[in-house]
Every structure is written in structure tokens, then in C-alpha cells.
């Protein structure tokens, strides 16, 4: 085609409608995909900017599954502290009836309702988990990543310790005997103290359920451990007499134990409450920021199908014009050649 000769005016009109040609296909493109860059190509600095910030987001959406299911825990060992809480209420409330009780007979069908509800808040501890953790028991802790990249932005949710004394692997052990006490499946009454090294609270082989805190680098020991003793013949040293002549003065201590247990768990709740309102917040955040993310790269590669339409509307028109000018191009050389004929 290169031996064929065109005349200036056709030449110039044909290079305009491939000019037109190839502008109606890039809008056509930005109008189908609604992006005006689709590649490094189109806009190196967009492009990689816009890959930049949708790659954080992405990260960022990442975390929000975790945020998700530590709420879950968080939420599963709250509702086991509203049971546990509940069973606390009660027990206050057998020792209250104990107390001004004169026959021991009487007394020691209250304290076997007293280790039935001991079982039970043993019980609640242990069903309070939540795919496979619990922050009611082990002393877990429980990390909360918030930025798309393992640093110093986390958060450590700190679980304690409910336990029964005594080595807690066979469950049965556990249970009341048929005369309805409680004993520890060992003679030493063993629970984790608040560094997680396993303190001697007294030998004995009386039953009792304790509660320890998480180490915060003042270290705890059996000074700092709760518990709440069982009814029993008060051999053991986590037993009670709920039949002796000193009974008054020993369940009136009993009482102080057990809202010294209540008191305790009542701060650990709040301090989960305190943690759950933290990563509620920061996941409310962090949708807010892969919102904001996620926006400032479209911004940077979308394209405006306003616009994009106006253009290529203006480029059906000029492809018009410029096949018009094209036809009365071609009539001055169909011109010539009937002068010629």
C-alpha cells in the first residue's frame, strides 16, 4: 500500500479518524471496567499507589476476622462470670440459711446443697470455652492484632484462673461421694498461682475451688488466691464443719470468703468488659479505615463515567464529521478525474 499516493486532505482526515479510532476504544475500556487505569501503563504512579493502599486494606480485613472471634471469647467468658456470679449468689445464700440453722442435721443437708453448687461453678468454668480457649481457666492470654503487620499495635487480653485444688484431670474425682463431700483427686491442695507455677496451698484432702489472677510482674502466691472452702468433717484443709459447735464463727468466715471470691472475679470481669470496648472500638476503626483505604485508591483509578460518557458521545460526533470531510475529500479527486475524462 506504501506505492499508493493520497492527497493531503485525504491523508490528514484519515490519520484524525484513527486518532478517533483508537480514543473511542480507550473510553470504551474506562466505561466497561469504570477504570481509567488499568494498568502501569496507563499510570505508573496511580496505579501502583492505588495497589499500595487496597493491599493494607486487604490486610487490615484480614484482622478484622480475629477482632471478630476475640469478641467471641471475650463474650463466651463473660456469660460463664454471669452463671459463676449467680452460683456465688446462691451459695451466699445456703450459708446465710446454715447460719440460722440450729440443727445440724439440718446444716449438713445445707452444706451438701453448698458442694453441689461448688460442682457446678466448676462446672460452668470448664463449658465457658470458646474454639478450644478459655479465659476462665489456664491462665490464657488471648492476642489481638490490630495493624495488617505483626507489631507493637496489639493488645493483650489476659484470661485467670478458676480451678479446682488438686491434680484436674479426671473429672469424676471431682463429684460428690454418696455421703455428699468433696474431695481433691490429690492429698495436697495444688492450684496455678498468678505466675502459673503451682503453689501448695496446704496439704489435706478437703475439696475447695479457687481463683488466681494473671502475673503482672509483682508475681502472686498463695496469699493472693481466693478460694472458697466445701462443707465436710473438717479434716481436710479446705473443709468446713457445718456441724460443729463453732459453726456461726465458721461460716460467718465463709461469707467473707466468698465475696473475697466475688470481689475478685468482679474485677476480672470489668477488666474483660475494659478489653472487649477496646477491640470493639478498634474494629470499628479499622472497617472505617479499609473504607477510607480503599476509597482514596479508587479515586486514583476510576474512572468518571460522566465524563467517559461525554467523550464518547463528542467522539461518535467527531467520527461523523471526520467521515464527512473524508467523502468530500475524495469528490475533489473524483473532480480531477472527470475533468480528465
Do not use: C
Amino acid at each position: 500500500m506504501s506505492n499508493i499516493s493520497l492527497g493531503a486532505g485525504i491523508r490528514s482526515n484519515l490519520l484524525t479518524l484513527q486518532q478517533n479510532t483508537n480514543a473511542f476504544n480507550t473510553v470504551n475500556s474506562r466505561l466497561s471496567t469504570g477504570r481509567s487505569v488499568n494498568s502501569a501503563v496507563d499510570n505508573p504512579t496511580n496505579y501502583f499507589a492505588d495497589v499500595n493502599l487496597k493491599d493494607r486494606a486487604s490486610g487490615l480485613r484480614d484482622r478484622l476476622d480475629a477482632m471478630g472471634q476475640s469478641i467471641q471469647r471475650i463474650q463466651a467468658a463473660d456469660a460463664g462470670i454471669t452463671r459463676v456470679r449467680s452460683v456465688i449468689s446462691q451459695m451466699k445464700g445456703v450459708v446465710n440459711d446454715a447460719i440460722g440453722q440450729t440443727d445440724a442435721d439440718q446444716r449438713e443437708a445445707l452444706g451438701r446443697q453448698f458442694n453441689s453448687l461448688i460442682v457446678q461453678m466448676g462446672e460452668l468454668v470448664k463449658d465457658s470455652s470458646y474454639a478450644g480457649s478459655n479465659l476462665l481457666s489456664g491462665l490464657e492470654t488471648d492476642s489481638v492484632q490490630f495493624s495488617e503487620s505483626f507489631d507493637d499495635s496489639k493488645l493483650d487480653v489476659l484470661g485467670f484462673n478458676i480451678q479446682r485444688a488438686g491434680a484436674d484431670g479426671d473429672a469424676s474425682a471431682f463429684r460428690m461421694d454418696a455421703d455428699g463431700n468433696l474431695t481433691a483427686a490429690s492429698t495436697e491442695g495444688a492450684v496455678l498461682d498468678g505466675n502459673g507455677s503451682v503453689t501448695d496451698l496446704a496439704a489435706g484432702s478437703g475439696f475447695a475451688i479457687f481463683i488466681t489472677t494473671q502475673y503482672t510482674g509483682t508475681g502472686a502466691g498463695a496469699g493472693d488466691i481466693a478460694g472458697i472452702r466445701s462443707a465436710g468433717d473438717g479434716a481436710g484443709a479446705h473443709e468446713i464443719d457445718w456441724t460443729g459447735s463453732t459453726y456461726k464463727d465458721d461460716l460467718a468466715n465463709l461469707i467473707k470468703d466468698i465475696e473475697d471470691f466475688d470481689n475478685v472475679l468482679k474485677a476480672e470481669a470489668g477488666a474483660l468488659a475494659n478489653n472487649l470496648a477496646i477491640i470493639t472500638n478498634r474494629e470499628e476503626f479499622t472497617n472505617d479505615m479499609v473504607n477510607t483505604l480503599e476509597e482514596g485508591g479508587d479515586k486514583l483509578v476510576l474512572a468518571d463515567l460522566n465524563e467517559e460518557a461525554a467523550n464518547l458521545l463528542a467522539l461518535q460526533t467527531a467520527n461523523q464529521l471526520g467521515t464527512q470531510a473524508l467523502s468530500l475529500a475524495n469528490q475533489q479527486s473524483q473532480s480531477v478525474l472527470q475533468l480528465l475524462g
